[in-house]
Structures are given as C-alpha cells and as structure tokens.
C-alpha cells in the first residue's frame, strides 16, 4: 500500500513539474512575441549606437549569469557607431547565452572585428563549443525552428535576424576555426 502512494506522489510531481514547463514555455513565449512586435514598430527607428557601449554592456551581463562560459573580447575594437536600435542588445545576448545553454563543458566565446569599411561594420562571434549540425544551419534563423536538444522557442535567432535586417544589416553562421559555432554579424557604420 504504501508503494502505491509512492507512486502517486511521483506522478503527481511530474505532472506538476510539466504543467510548470509548460506556463514557463508560454511566458517565454509572451516575452518573445512582444519583443518581435516591438522590433515591427522599431524598424524605422534606427540610430546611431556606440558599439563598444553596446558589447560591453552585454558581455558584462551575460558573464554574470554563465560560470561555464569565457568571452575574451577587446572593447576598443569596437569604438565605432552603428545604425541599429534599442533591441540590439538581445541580439548580441541571444548569441553569447546560446553558446553557453548548448553547450555542456566549459566554453570560450571570441568576439572580434571581421570586416570593417566606411559603411559596414562585422562583428565575429566564435566559440569552441559543440557547432552546429549542418541540417540545422539553414534552418537556424526561422521563426520557430530549434534544434532536437534544444529546450528554447526556436525564435530567439529568427527575430535576431529580423532586428538585424531591419538595421540594414546581416547575419550569418558558420563553423568556427576554433571548433564550434561563428556568427558573423554586420551592421552599417554611422
């Protein structure tokens, strides 16, 4: 008899702890869908940002929240200004936590300039994680596409290329000479 109430008591955690995973998953997913209707209201508003600012902020929040992960970035690389706007940022985060959530060892993220011109701007983001499957390069900037592992929405780099294009910019991925995952981020110069 008593088994049975074991029993019980495991299956009602389990169906607690999914109908949690579940508001959780929505939640994340409210969040994300207000970000994306923002960033259809923000497309015309671009402005001058100042890049090392941005970077900065965003490699000094994000090392906070990951010990497993490492990013060796020189902010001076980065004093230029770009056209972009406020949602910059979670581009930037969106890619620093990816490396750190898809990855289980420690991890080295590198940020450098890959191309700079009068009127662009490339931002390299590499790593030596995992990379990335090569059936899942292409998909990997649709709304909603995750990978089998994955326990994200699958929109975080979807609306990362949609803020991107939206700042006239582009973004691409590719395997890193370290290993894992590069993402090359260009952005116009102001």
Known sequence: MRLAVMEEDN????????????GQDAADLIDTVGETIKTLQEED??????LESVLTDV?????????????????EEFDTNVYAGDLVESVFANIFSN???HNDDEITVWVSVAESTQEYLTVAIAD???GIDEGMKEKLFEMGKKGPD???TGLGLGLARTLIE???GSIEVSESHHG???????????
């Open 11 to 22: 299956s009602a955690y389990d169906h607690i702890e999914k109908v949690h995973q579940t």
């Open 99 to 101: 490396a750190a959530v």
């Open 128 to 130: 030596d994680g995992e």
């Open 59 to 75: 490699v000094e929040n994000v090392d906070t929240k990951f010990d497993s992960l490492t990013i060796e970035y020189q902010p």
């Open 166 to 168: 939206a700042y006239g």
């Open 150 to 152: 994955s326990d994200g």
């Open 180 to 190: 894992g995952a590069s993402f090359n981020i260009t952005l116009r110069t102001a």
């Open 45 to 50: 508003e671009t402005e001058r940002k100042h």
